[in-house]
Each structure stands twice: as structure tokens, then as C-alpha cells.
């Protein structure tokens, strides 16, 4: 067994690291059988459960979209709030149900509430019928540990391994028109609420020219769009020796030519001059930056370790809205960190006033067990923290609204990528800034760039023709 241990998760050991080029394990190990995949939290997690898939769908298994009807279940879990906690041991307690129909069912526990000794403790006092537990580390291995698979539970988690793996470009995504790049893995950044540095590892960049070829063949298969994912994309390159920083990433990435470029996530802090530059520069980047503010009080800032001020903050804002043309601006946003006062919260709405964002992801903060913030005595009452979302939340909307307002009758490039929600005459798609459309057209469009005219506009979405 191979527990998880949050210590050795926050130590940051200098060696370099090491990448490990490998073609993923072929052969009819499984086939036949079925797997299901459910997946929560961030891109990061969406891109690893694709992964996942390929490695599975190598051995022989097939997917299925029900975990009634599968040999295999496994949840990508997310770490981030404790409500996606109680989201995973709900779903648990439907699968001891079937699994006691089902013996023979497997049940597979990764991503990174794996990495929590907590979550790792409770499945082994409560949740004992689960088969395996896999870190974020070593989700590479995971046709390894199925071969070979003891009675009972397994728990293979590392805490600081910190290798990237290189699987290659035969890989199968969700989707034929847009396509996820992970640019880099974890985090260095310690912001004192968040677990993501301990359940992701060390920063690490993955090379040039491997992320470029990557790129390249997805254009070549046809891809409109890549998003280049990390958790701080702006770190993209420091741990690298004679390599690209971000700017120079993201600029070689547009001149691949392909139609759309996108990342997340950028974080305030070291946003430099040479990116914003490189953004305004291309077309085929789009004009969209989802700029993570977390609180709008310049005390608060400190204590969650953000590196920079409101006023910093305002310039950076302030400088992207003048260089970039059209951009759209996203945010996230904390209320409720330990002993935010009324006027913190005051400062954090006076931004939000300030900015007019095109959207935001706003949460109550959630102590997460071992970082600095959880240790922080906290008096503010839940009620308060409630109201101050709701809140929060009726100004938000009401930017989003007026923001996709200005979009009515205006003509805008969409990308077409699946069928819309809201009747069969219709497709969903993008603009540049990332506005959700629902278009009314020929079914047959989808997986291209098209001119659409919007005709409605609501606070999260907008209708238009072709
Ligand atoms: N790397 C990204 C954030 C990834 S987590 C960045 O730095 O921008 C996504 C969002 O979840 C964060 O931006 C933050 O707003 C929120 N979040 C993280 N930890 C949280 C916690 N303990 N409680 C509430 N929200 C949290
Ligand atoms: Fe978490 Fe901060 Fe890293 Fe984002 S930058 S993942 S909020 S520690
Ligand atoms: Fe959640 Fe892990 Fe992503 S904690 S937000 S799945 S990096």
C-alpha cells in the first residue's frame, strides 16, 4: 500500500524532473468489459479522465454512460470544496448498493481526493468494497495496477513523484473539434486556502516542442481549437532550462496556425507586458482571460497569499481592456475567508463594480484540512457568508447580463462544437470571447466557425442564426 502524506506533498525537492517517454500498455487484458467514468472539478481533471479513457480502452474496455451497466466504475474526483466531497461519497453509497447485486463490480477511487489522507482513512474504515484508490501521480500505472489487481482494497497514491509522463498523441478526446493541452502540471503557489499544490504536485512544464507537436497533430486531425491547460500558465517555462516562457509558448502555438488558441489559467500575479502583447497580436487567440481576483480587500489578498494588491490588480485590468481588443474578462471570486469583514467584502463589490466582468465563479470559502487558511480562527457566522454570496452573486449577474446585451443584433464568428439543449433545429457553440450561443441551423455545421447574428441575449447565454 501506498498512502497519501500531505508533508512530503509540500516539500518541493530540487532535483529536476524526470520525462518519460512511453507508449501506454496494448492488449486484450479486458475486452469485453465496460467502464464508466465520472468525472468533477477542473479542465485538469476532464483532460486526465481522457487519459484515463485511452489507457482503459487499450486493454480492452468499452465505455458505457451508466454505472448500471458497467464492470468498472471510476470517479476522477476534485479536492477544491468540501461540497465536492459529499458529491463523491454520495454517489459511493449508490455503488455499495450495486456492487452487493454486483460482485464482481469494480470501483475505482482517483484524482485528487486521492491525495487526501482524510478521504484515504475514511474509505478504509467505511468504504472497504472500493477496489482501488489512485493518485494524480500515477494515473499512467493504472492498467499496471488493474492487471494486477489483489482481493480487497489497494491504495497506490504518491505524494512526490513529480515526473511527467509523455503518452504520445494517439489519444482518444471527448470531442473532435476541441481539444485540451495540458501545457504544465501542479502548482507552486500556496494560496493559504487551496489543497491544489498538495494533491497536484510540484510545477512542472512540459517541453516545447512536445506540447507543439501535439498541437500540430491536432491540427492535422482536423481540430478548430486547442486550450492550453495549467493551474498558472504564466509559470509556464520557469523550471524549464533553455526552453520558451508562456509568451513565446503561446506565440508559437498561434503560428502553428490552427483557428482558435485559448488557456487557462492565468493568475494576476506576473501576467507580464509580453503576453498581453503576444494576445493582442494574433487573431487566432482569442480575445478571453479568465483573471481569478479571489477578493477585491487588499488585507485579504495577503492573507490568502495572493502577491498582489487591488491597485495591481486594477492596472493589470486596466492595461489588458486597453491592448486587447473586444477581450472578455472572467473571474473568480472567495467570500467568507476567515474573518472577511463587512468592509473587505465592500472592497471585494467595489471591484466587482469596477471590472463589470463578463462572468464569474463565485464559492464560499471552504477550509481545506492542511492548508495554512484552515488553521485560521474563523467568527464570521455561515448566514453572513450566505447573504454575502447571494450578494455578490445579484451584482455579478447583473454584468453579465448587460455585457451579453451588447452582443444583440451584432454578427459574430461561433464555433459550432454539439447539438443544443434547447430543440433539434439547433447547435451550441462559442464566440471568440467564449460566450455560450445557441444557433439556430443546419445540423450538419457543427465543427465549424461560422458568422451568426445574435437575436436574443440573456445573463448566460445568447441566441442568434446564421
Ligand atoms: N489555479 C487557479 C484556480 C484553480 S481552483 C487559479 O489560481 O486561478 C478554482 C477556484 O476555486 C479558485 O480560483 C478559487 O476561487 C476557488 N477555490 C480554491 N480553493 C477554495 C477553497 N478552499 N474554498 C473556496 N473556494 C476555493
Ligand atoms: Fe490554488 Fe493558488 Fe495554485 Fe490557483 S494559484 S491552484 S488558487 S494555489
Ligand atoms: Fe479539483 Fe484537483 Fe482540479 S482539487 S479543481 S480537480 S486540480
Redesign the pocket.
Known amino acids: 500500500m501506498n498512502l497519501p502524506d500531505m508533508k512530503s506533498a509540500k516539500m518541493r525537492n530540487k532535483e529536476s524532473v524526470e520525462f518519460i517517454y512511453e507508449n501506454p500498455i496494448v492488449n486484450n487484458s479486458f475486452s469485453g468489459q465496460k467502464y464508466y467514468i465520472r468525472t468533477y472539478?477542473?479542465q485538469?481533471?476532464v483532460h486526465d479522465s481522457e487519459e484515463i479513457s485511452c489507457l482503459l480502452e487499450n486493454i480492452g474496455f468499452e465505455r458505457v454512460e451508466s454505472e448500471v451497466d458497467a464492470d468498472l466504475v471510476i470517479l476522477n474526483t476534485?479536492?477544491?470544496r468540501e461540497n465536492?466531497h459529499d458529491h463523491v461519497f454520495g454517489f459511493l453509497g449508490r455503488l455499495k448498493h450495486l456492487k452487493k447485486e454486483n460482485p464482481n463490480l469494480k470501483i475505482i477511487i482517483c484524482?485528487?481526493m486521492a491525495q487526501e489522507r482524510s478521504v484515504v482513512d475514511e474509505i478504509m474504515s467505511r468504504h472497504k468494497y472500493i477496489d482501488l484508490i489512485v493518485g494524480t501521480h500515477n494515473i499512467h500505472e493504472l492498467p499496471n495496477y488493474l492487471m494486477n489487481l489483489n482481493e480487497g482494497l489497494n491504495i497506490e497514491v504518491k505524494s512526490n513523484e513529480n515526473n511527467i509522463y509523455e503518452i504520445g498523441n494517439n489519444f482518444r478526446r471527448d470531442s473532435n473539434i476541441t481539444a485540451w493541452v495540458n501545457i504544465m502540471y501542479g502548482c507552486d503557489k500556496f494560496c493559504t486556502y487551496c489543497?491544489?499544490p498538495y494533491?497536484?504536485g510540484k510545477e512542472r512544464s512540459r517541453k516545447s516542442k512536445d506540447i507543439l507537436r501535439e498541437v500540430e497533430c491536432l491540427k492535422a486531425q482536423g481540430y478548430k481549437e486547442v486550450t492550453l491547460l495549467g493551474q498558472n500558465v504564466n509559470a509556464y517555462g520557469n523550471d524549464l532550462e533553455d526552453d520558451l516562457n508562456f509568451a513565446e509558448l503561446l506565440e508559437s502555438v498561434a503560428k502553428t496556425g490552427i483557428e482558435r488558441v485559448r488557456f487557462v489559467t492565468s493568475h494576476p500575479w506576473n501576467f507580464t507586458d509580453e503576453m498581453i502583447d503576444i494576445i493582442a497580436k494574433y487573431d487566432n487567440i482569442m480575445p478571453y482571460i479568465h483573471l481569478p481576483l479571489q477578493s477585491g480587500s487588499d488585507q485579504i489578498l495577503k492573507l490568502m497569499g495572493r502577491r498582489y494588491t487591488r491597485e495591481e490588480y486594477k492596472e493589470l485590468y486596466d492595461k489588458i481592456k486597453s491592448k486587447v481588443k473586444n477581450v472578455a474578462i472572467t473571474t473568480d471570486i472567495i467570500v467568507g475567508f476567515p474573518n472577511e469583514t463587512d468592509e473587505d467584502f465592500e472592497a471585494t463589490l467595489e471591484m466587482v463594480n469596477y471590472c463589470k466582468y463578463d462572468g464569474a465563479y463565485t464559492f464560499i470559502y471552504s477550509p481545506r484540512e492542511g492548508t495554512p487558511a484552515a488553521k485560521m480562527e474563523d467568527k464570521i457566522p455561515r448566514e453572513v457568508k450566505e447573504n454575502r454570496l447571494q450578494r455578490l452573486n445579484e451584482i455579478v449577474n447583473k454584468y453579465s447580463n448587460m455585457n451579453n446585451q451588447k452582443y444583440l443584433n451584432k454578427t459574430v464568428k461561433v464555433l459550432l462544437v454539439g447539438p443544443s439543449e434547447k430543440g433539434e433545429d439547433k447547435l451550441y457553440g462559442y464566440t471568440e470571447t467564449m460566450k455560450l450561443v445557441n444557433v439556430k441551423c443546419d445540423p450538419s455545421l457543427v465543427g465549424n466557425i461560422v458568422d451568426v447574428e445574435i437575436t436574443d441575449a440573456k445573463s448566460f447565454s445568447l441566441d442568434g442564426e446564421v
Open positions: 472539478g477542473c485538469m481533471n476534485c479536492a477544491i465536492a484524482g485528487c489543497i491544489v494533491t497536484r
